[in-house]
């Protein structure tokens, strides 16, 4: 697998806490977007951790085609 799978043209809104990890799904295939569950052992792909630096609600990219990964820049518009 080269390419990631879509797992949503939308971006996923997530409150996030200050000094927490989440680890961003880049392959695609996780059920539990936008986290990463495992399934993307043999793929060739690996999670991305995201430290979150102030209690807030940040966009996590679900096309899993953007440039400031974890976060949507709006690809998913292009798909």
Known sequence: MTE???????PIAIEVEA??????????MSKKQPFCDG????SGFTPMKYDAEATKK???????????????DGSHKKL
């Open 4 to 10: 990631p799978v879509v797992a949503q043209k939308s």
């Open 19 to 28: 000094g927490k990890s989440y680890w961003w799904c880049a392959c695609g």
């Open 39 to 42: 399934s993307h052992k043999g």
């Open 58 to 72: 940040v966009f996590f990219c679900a096309c899993k085609n953007t440039g400031k990964q974890p976060l949507c």
